[in-house]
């Protein structure tokens, strides 16, 4: 069944992967999105005459009635992401990660569906295997402002959440900021890399997967109602040591793991998929496959530091 579904933050680097599947399935489309990375790539979609843009700030309640309306299903992914960014500026990651959401609960009609990109990091440092029962020990201010998002966006209900695992791989909107885009960016530009904490455990999805994950829940929408779902793969859980041996074997950058010192991001965790891969999904694209796509990649992106003497 064709749906009007509406897209926030989809300018970003998950939703620039889901636009074309939603337009494959005959959606008809619309992004909402501020444009804070720019719009250069949402330009292809334009073409799609199902597809339809409307700059807006989820913070300002007024643009946000006007997207909502009239939508049957809201994907929210707009949010300031990852510890970095939130630990920058974190007045703008509670108003968007948490009022953002807030506003989104109140314009909007409890009868619309909302499909809800939340994160592992809202488990933390866990020492069991993460289940959805799991209790929740956010480390970051981008953990904790998640939780807080996730747990109003449940009690509205008539909402799935995700909680996916770390992303990585190329998208539209690529981002070098994520652990396995950044060690093999780092590899690639510079020929060695220093890791703190090199047990850490991390659990991986590629970007694709994660576009995928929402075709899947849009169908099973029904059944899969007013829960929430750790989305990855049990195969995909990797310490940084592992991470960085498989990058370090495919661009023969040096690799050193400083004993003294710390991860700023504290999380370390693994995760278990079953709940949502009872249900029939599963992700398709390895962690391997995936550094592969990245180091073809960025041959061709120019990374320029402008305060450097020579090019890096």
Do not use: W
Not at 249 to 271: C, L, M, P, S
């Amino acid at each position: 069944m064709v749906k009007k579904i509406l897209v926030t933050g989809g300018a970003g680097y998950v939703g620039t992967s889901l636009l074309p599947l939603l337009l494959e399935e005959g959606h008809e489309v619309t992004v909402f999105d501020n444009l804070m990375h720019g719009g250069n790539q949402l330009l292809p979609f334009f073409r799609n005459k199902n597809f339809h843009f409307i700059k807006g700030d989820i913070t300002l309640k007024k643009d946000l009635a006007k997207a909502v309306k009239g939508k049957d299903l809201i994907i929210h992914l707009a949010a300031i992401v990852g510890f970095p960014a939130c630990k920058n500026n974190p007045e703008l990651a509670v108003n968007v990660n948490v009022h953002g959401t807030a506003n989104l609960i109140e314009v909007s009609d409890p009868s619309q569906k909302i499909l809800y990109g939340s994160t592992g990091s809202n488990y933390g440092k866990v020492t069991d295997i993460c289940t959805e029962e799991t209790p929740l020990n956010p480390l970051s201010l981008y953990g904790e402002t998640k939780t807080k998002a996730e747990k109003m966006l449940l009690d509205r209900g008539n909402v799935i959440a995700y909680r996916f695992a770390t992303a990585f791989g190329v998208s539209p909107r690529l981002r070098l900021d994520l652990l396995v885009n950044d060690f093999a960016n780092k590899c690639h530009r510079d020929g060695y890399l220093v890791v703190y904490e090199k047990h850490f455990m991390r659990t991986f999805i590629h970007v694709s997967d994660m576009a995928e994950s929402f075709i899947f829940a849009i169908k099973k929408f029904d059944k899969m109602k007013n829960n929430v779902y750790n989305v990855g793969s049990s195969i995909m859980n990797f310490s940084k040591e592992q991470v960085c041996n498989m990058i370090s074997e495919k661009t023969n950058a040096f690799i050193h793991f400083e004993e003294i010192g710390q991860d700023a991001d504290k999380r370390n965790y693994v995760v278990s998929y079953d709940k949502i891969n009872k249900l029939g999904f599963e992700t398709k694209v390895s962690l391997e496959e995936g550094i592969d796509e990245i180091l073809k990649a960025l041959k061709i992106i120019d990374v320029v530091n402008p305060y450097a003497n020579i090019d890096l």
